[in-house]
């Protein structure tokens, strides 16, 4: 008969470090598949799509504002268009909704030297507004006109009535069975 002896050690922070680790990746591991599963669901075409079905992007801007993000405490993963690039639309299409009117713009009598708004054509096509340091006084009357424009454009608008166009929910639910594995063997 053999005596052994055994002494073991339980390093129970550097157990708690290798966890946070592992699931701090797993968590980045489901949710770049669940964005990924998302972008994929969206088409670019030029009419919306059927009430019920993922969204339609004429531009595919919905496709590259997708994110993921794990939050500090690192046990949650946050998944989706960032609100600072694509607004809050696409959280009506998600849930479906009424779009309220805009706010109007401060009106204001931009001189020369402020910093104003200009109108910029984007190929030819699509145009969008950008701020400069206005130059000369056609500059600075081209930039009042178009706030008051802008305003009025705005104040014509009648509530819009979305319905659901889930992208999010329907990725979440077709990942759902996979995200166990991501955190399978984790540990090391």
Do not use: C
Request: glycine residues 6%.
């Amino acid at each position: 008969m053999i005596d052994v002896t055994v002494r073991t050690q339980f390093d129970k922070t550097k157990l708690k470090k290798k966890v946070e680790t592992a699931t701090f990746k797993s968590l980045r591991h489901a949710g770049g598949a669940i964005g990924k599963t998302a972008r994929f669901s969206i088409r670019r075409r030029k009419k919306p799509s059927k009430p019920g079905s993922p969204p339609h992007t004429q531009t595919g801007m919905l496709k590259r504002v997708i994110r993921y993000e794990v939050a500090n405490n690192k046990t949650e993963v946050a998944i989706g268009p960032v609100n600072e690039i694509a607004g809050r639309i696409w959280n009506l299409h998600e849930f479906g909704g009424t779009a309220t009117k805009r706010r109007k713009l401060k009106p204001h009598r931009f001189k020369v030297g402020e910093h104003g708004p200009i109108r910029v054509k984007h190929q030819g096509i699509k145009t969008s507004f950008a701020r400069i340091r206005l130059q000369t006084s056609a500059q600075a009357n081209r930039a009042t006109r178009l706030v008051e424009e802008e305003n009025e454009r705005r104040g014509d608008n009648k509530p819009r009535h979305y319905p659901k166009r889930p992208f999010m929910k329907p990725a979440l639910d077709t990942n759902r069975s996979r995200l166990p594995s991501f955190w399978a063997n984790s540990v090391k």
